[in-house]
């Protein structure tokens, strides 16, 4: 019991000082942790959005965009499936309509074979498929998409999107942000401290689908500027075509994808000095990009970013390095988003702003003023009672109240976490119950001592008795700490995290702490009896 060595001592009253001074800076305005100096902890506890304020958007997926985009692809790999065949097949026909693709083999006999070579196009990765394949009319092969295959794709679109966001966000150093799926279409992100909407959309709504195709140099220019494309190829939108066209057409298959990029940053043009994007490939895109240039030396290909060329530049020379430049009508802001979404990937999917609103810092005032006020008489409550009840250990359990508070607030700002509105909640409920503890303590010294223990033994046995049922019970509500975090999001998560940070620091304050100064009391007056 009075085994506290001095450098434990010493190492205990160093925790307590220095968890103060983590704690203080939450508790001074901004002007004065300006004024700190650089290499003295000045972190604060950041406040969620119905504290702080900020934005919030709900997200929508296009899903029919999304079904176009799933027969693109399925039409690129079956013509490149045909072509694989050996010998190879041939198709023509090939239309796309109500979700499904269809084509035409003309020679009947290659029926078998064609539905061989796209065995593998239509399985999926449990070993089932994602599309079954019809034959009709004796040489027409129609791929129907299976109602299992369209909930996945899209649950791996929105489960995508939603880390995509999150990237995108905790690049710019914004703290905190909440993002949830809302059904099986929509995304609710909530970002605390931002008031511009706007910024936010910008940023998130975004889709950064970059692709790189070849300019069609022999489509009829009057039927471009009205939008029409021939067969193979279509019209997109390009502002600042050089010709005073704003469309341009480019063919519609084959180029490269985005999704091979490894890298984008924001820089400056070396002979104009404007802003542009610097992007690299990884290794097979770097080799595609390469046979790419290399093949259609001479001819233009378009850059195109979310179905908008943003330029068409010649081949004038193979470009073997798998690097890059993205140039276009940029500012140094939107290069650098740009150069954000891109290194956060492409949305797999369209997103469009169905619900936005900021919301003021108001009641998240009036919220921190009533949750101080109701800390303020809970504890005021609470150690008047710890006092009366116990004397001098209730002074040692009140003590150790205000120095949990302390360690809460140190942690949380040590990690940078966020209090929210359910946050305070569990910041109020665990000073309520962070003197069970010591009521735990301080009764089985009383039954020890009515027990006739000497007071020594009463002291030693009633921490070492009351520990264990201490121990017991918070992991339990550690564990459902825990659980309400991983499986919890937004205020709940909140909420968690308050609770798991205050019942670990309220275990060792009412029990280390305590101990320690029942200790050294002990040792410097050698009660003969204790009022308890």
Not at 199 to 209: E, F, M, Y
Not at 351 to 356: G, N, P
Not at 435 to 459: M, S
């Amino acid at each position: 019991m009075l085994d506290f060595p001095r450098w434990r001592v010493t190492m205990l009253n160093a925790l307590i000082v220095l968890s103060i001074l983590l704690a203080i800076p939450s508790f001074l305005p901004k002007a004065w942790l300006d004024r700190i100096p650089a290499g003295v902890p000045k972190e604060t506890i950041s406040l969620g959005l119905d504290l702080a304020g900020g934005s919030h958007i709900l997200l929508e997926a296009d899903t029919a965009q999304l079904q176009r985009d799933r027969l693109e692809s399925l039409e690129d790999s079956v013509r490149t499936a045909m072509r694989r065949a050996e010998p190879r097949i041939s198709i023509d026909s090939v239309t796309r309509s109500n979700g499904r693709l269809s084509f035409v083999v003309p020679d009947s006999a290659q029926i078998d074979a064609a539905r061989e070579a796209l065995l593998p196009v239509v399985a999926n990765s449990t070993g089932g498929r994602d599309w079954s394949i019809e034959v009709t009319d004796g040489n027409r092969i129609t791929l129907v998409p299976s109602g299992t295959g369209n909930t996945t794709v899209l649950d791996q679109a929105m489960n995508s999107a939603k880390d995509v966001i999150d990237r995108r966000i905790n690049a710019l150093g914004t703290l905190e942000p909440t993002i949830i799926r809302q059904g099986a279409d929509r995304i609710v992100v909530q970002v605390p401290g931002l008031q511009d909407p706007q910024a936010l959309k910008d940023l998130i709504g975004k889709t950064a689908k970059l692709e790189f195709k070849l300019v069609d140099e022999n489509a009829d220019p009057e039927q471009t500027a009205q939008g029409k494309a021939r067969v193979g190829s279509q019209v997109l939108p390009y502002p600042d075509n050089p010709t005073g066209i704003p469309y341009i057409a480019v063919r519609r298959l084959g180029g490269i994808s985005g999704d091979k990029l490894t890298g984008a940053q924001q820089s400056f043009d070396p002979q104009d000095n404007q802003p542009v994007v610097n992007i690299q490939f990884d290794g097979e895109g770097g080799q595609r990009f390469a046979r790419m240039t290399q093949q259609n030396t001479g001819k233009l290909f378009a850059i195109i970013l979310d179905g908008q060329v943003i330029s068409a530049p010649r081949i004038n020379e193979p470009i073997l390095g798998g690097s890059s430049q993205i140039s276009g009508s940029f500012t140094v802001e939107s290069a650098n988003q740009l150069a954000i979404a891109l290194n956060s990937g492409a949305l797999p999917v369209d997103l469009k702003v169905v619900e936005e609103r900021s919301v003021g810092p108001d009641l998240g005032a009036d919220s921190i003023k009533s949750g101080i006020l109701a800390a303020l008489i809970g504890t005021a409550g609470v150690l008047l009672w710890m006092i009366l009840t116990y004397g001098r250990f209730g002074i040692y359990a009140s003590y150790a109240l205000v120095i949990n508070v302390a360690m809460i607030l140190a942690v949380m700002s040590l990690f940078n976490a966020t209090l929210t509105l359910p946050g305070i909640a569990g910041f109020v409920l665990t000073i309520g119950a962070a003197v069970d503890a010591n009521v735990l303590i301080n009764e089985r010294i009383r039954e020890e001592r009515r027990k006739g223990r000497r007071v020594i033994q009463a002291l030693e046995n009633g921490y070492k008795e009351a520990s264990r049922a201490i121990f017991d019970a918070n992991i339990t509500n550690v564990i459902a700490a825990v659980l309400l975090f991983i499986f919890g999001s937004g205020p709940i998560r909140g909420f968690a995290v308050v609770l798991m940070i205050g019942i670990v620091t309220s275990v060792f304050t009412a029990v280390t702490l305590t101990r320690m100064w029942v200790a050294g009391w002990v040792k410097r007056n050698r009660p003969q009896d204790i009022n308890i």
